[in-house]
């Protein structure tokens, strides 16, 4: 049972230019790659096809019982699905049908609605692209990560540099024209020159999106006893920032725009279902460990693929944690992610929405970031400048 709606009593309109968008976790892989900090799990065909059942059961039981949709006329509408995992592609094209309909037809995923699949390219094949894109998907996100053959194996990644290439150009034969890459800097034994041989790669097959992260090594992943044993290095942290600086400068030339810390874009292709995350929009999640966020209220599944089968079996519920968020966190979160787009954060409307005065509440702690240049405050808006991104974190940390 959802709690009240809290932005009611709080008096905070939720963002009327933002229509929701729905995320579904598919929570397998085929291997495990030795740096991932996802929730994934091996993929076993048995579990693959009960956690498809308990997922539509899932979409289904939220249709029947949450408030959200209990008004008659009044229900909510979504222009977005974003399938993320773990490796939404290793389901077949039938199921991901499925899904899609349950979301048409039970929620109110709209006619030309932003569909994405996360895929990776050793997954697909020139028929399942064919068919994923019949049954209703029109954006991947494919995980290269790398172009470079010996920085995939060093990541345990399972396509080669080729292999990512056939995977774009079987997807544009499929009729894709949104394709985005994913592609990680600062890797291993990897120097400058070598990750703007991925970044060239990247244009070169002329995806329509690209995000770029820095790898994190975690402690207690196999990673980080790779490179121990191997001996290998990872460039210092100013080495990094030339990474992305570079790689930025790179596809300015290539005519990509940035719009977020990580993100490019060409013209009109931006992540409409990620910008939701960054524009203090709301959000319904599905399978194991998703979240949602839906008008001042925040909560996430359970995280176990068995535990999550097994509640939706028993007709319980697979919430593991829900809580209001009080309205200084829903602004400060707003202003957080809000500061990744390029564009920023137009003050002005989130005093307005939040009732208070920004300026007044942060300013003092905010000024010293203006005046080192990090920060830019114009025409009612507050946006990092391009090497203000690259200590965002920093400003960011006045908002938490
Ligand atoms: S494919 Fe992605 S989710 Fe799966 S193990 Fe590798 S990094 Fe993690």
Redesign the pocket.
């Known amino acids: 049972m959802a709690e009240p709606d809290r932005s009611e009593r709080l008096q905070i309109p939720s963002p009327q230019a933002l229509i929701p968008g729905l995320y579904v976790h598919v929570p397998f ?1 085929s ?3 030795n ?2 900090n ?1 929730n ?1 799990g091996l993929f076993e065909e048995g579990l693959k096809t009960r956690f498809v059942a308990a997922l539509l059961q899932e979409i289904h039981t939220k249709k029947g019982s949450d408030p959200l949709f209990d008004k008659k006329g009044s229900d909510p509408f979504f222009d977005t699905l974003y399938f993320g ?3 939404p592609s290793l389901l077949k094209p039938i199921e991901i049908k499925a899904i899609i309909d349950e979301c048409r037809d039970l929620l109110g995923l709209t006619p030309g609605a932003e569909v994405t699949l996360e895929a ?1 390219p050793e997954t697909v094949t020139a028929a399942t692209l064919e068919q994923f894109r019949e049954v209703g998907v029109n954006r991947l996100s494919f ?1 290269v990560q790398s172009f470079r053959d010996e920085e995939l194996q060093r990541l345990g990644r399972l396509h080669s540099a080729e292999r990512a290439v056939q995977a774009v150009e079987m997807a544009r034969a499929a009729g894709f024209d949104n394709v985005s890459i994913d592609l990680m800097m600062w890797l291993p034994g990897q120097d400058v020159a070598q990750w703007l041989t991925s970044v060239v790669d990247a244009i070169r097959v002329d995806a329509d999106h690209l995000s770029l992260y820095i790898l994190e090594v975690y402690a207690h992943l196999p990673l980080k006893q790779e490179i121990d044993r191997h001996g290998w290095t990872q460039q210092p942290d100013d080495v990094a920032a030339e990474m992305y600086e570079s790689a930025m400068a790179m596809l300015d030339g290539a005519g990509y725009e940035q719009y977020e810390i990580s993100n490019v874009c060409r013209p009109g292709r931006e992540s409409r279902h990620n910008l939701k995350y960054w524009t203090d929009g709301d959000w319904l999640g599905f399978g194991p460990g998703a979240h949602s966020t839906w008008r001042g209220v925040r909560w996430r599944n359970m995280a176990s693929t068995e535990e999550y089968i097994h509640k939706l079996g028993s007709g319980e519920s697979v919430v593991a944690e829900r809580r209001s968020l009080p309205s200084d966190e829903r602004l400060g979160d707003a202003l957080f992610t809000g500061l990744r787009l390029n564009r920023g954060v137009d003050i002005n409307i989130l005093s307005a929405r939040y009732g208070i005065d920004i300026w007044s509440r942060f300013g003092d702690r905010l000024a010293p970031f203006v005046d080192a240049g990090i920060l830019l405050r114009q025409d009612g808006r507050l946006r990092l400048t391009r090497p203000g991104m690259l200590l965002g974190n920093e400003v960011m940390s006045v908002f938490v």
Do not use: L
Request: hydrophobic residues 15%; proline residues 0%.
């Open positions: 892989c291997s495990i790659c740096y991932c996802f994934r995992g773990g490796t990776n995980g």
